[in-house]
Antibody
Framework: QVQLVQSRAEMMQPGASVKVSCKAS????????ISWVRQAPGQGLVWMGW????????NYAQKFQDRVTLTTDTSTSTVYMELRSLRSDDTAVYYC??????????????WGQGTLVTVSS | EIVMTQSPATLSVSPGARATLSCRAS??????LAWYQQKPGQPPRLLIY???TRATGFPARFSGSGSGTEFTLTISSLQSEDVAVYYC????????????FGPGTKVDIK
């Protein structure tokens, strides 16, 4: 069965960088894109970007373009999301989510369990 | 960027009654529209895609309709387990760029 298992919660200082992992299993990793979506406490869902499992091509939301990098390790079927220059308003649960179909611009049918990133001095 | 809006922000419905949620896109997204259900402490769950195709595991009381800029999610007979926040999302590839979510509608029992 398809599973996306994310890394543990992180407590970070302002100005630092965080790297969250998402290990995929149960499907051919290279056939699908993975997106990252974040949710601040009590707030809605914000799409951050996607990465292709096939060739590593990325598409970032303009809001995060200067601070986020998505990468893949196809040998372990893992996707990484690095967010730099953290601020207190980056405190959120970060989700990875798999596309419903191969290709790009798809809805998300499987989600990771979420990783809480807390930014505080 | 295509902006998604949802109404109402909160909807209180009696058990067994119909719930109608609206989603509007700032420009046409054709039928590239999904709905997600999110319960507290859980990740979102894909409910509807292609504006009207129900995802695996959801009962027939959930239905989606619309195209272009106006979309509707209907719960025909609200059950207690349907209490959740519902988000719409466009995934249209034109103009190329961002996928965006609406702000959500919170559905609770009256």
């Amino acid at each position: 069965q398809v599973q996306l298992v994310q890394s543990r919660a992180e407590m970070m200082q302002p100005g630092a960088s965080v790297k969250v992992s998402c290990k995929a299993s149960g499907y051919p990793f290279r056939n699908y894109c993975i997106s990252w979506v974040r949710q601040a406490p009590g707030q809605g869902l914000v799409w951050m970007g996607w990465i292709s499992g096939y060739n590593g091509n990325t598409n970032y939301a303009q809001k995060f373009q200067d601070r986020v990098t998505l990468t893949t390790d196809t040998s372990t079927s893992t996707v990484y999301m690095e967010l730099r220059s953290l601020r207190s308003d980056d405190t959120a649960v970060y989700y990875c989510a798999r596309d419903l179909r191969s290709g790009t611009y798809n809805p998300f049918d499987f989600w990771g369990q979420g990783t809480l990133v807390t930014v505080s001095s | 960027e295509i902006v998604m809006t949802q109404s109402p922000a909160t909807l209180s419905v009696s058990p067994g009654a119909r719930a109608t949620l609206s989603c509007r896109a700032s420009q046409s997204v054709a039928a590239n529209l999904a709905w997600y259900q999110q319960k507290p402490g859980q990740p979102p769950r894909l409910l509807i895609y292609g504006a009207s195709t129900r995802a695996t595991g959801f009962p027939a009381r959930f239905s989606g309709s619309g195209s272009g800029t106006e979309f509707t999610l209907t719960i025909s007979s609200l059950q207690s387990e349907d209490v959740a926040v519902y988000y719409c999302q466009h995934y249209n590839n034109w103009p190329p760029g961002e996928i965006t979510f609406g702000p959500g509608t919170k559905v609770d029992i009256k």
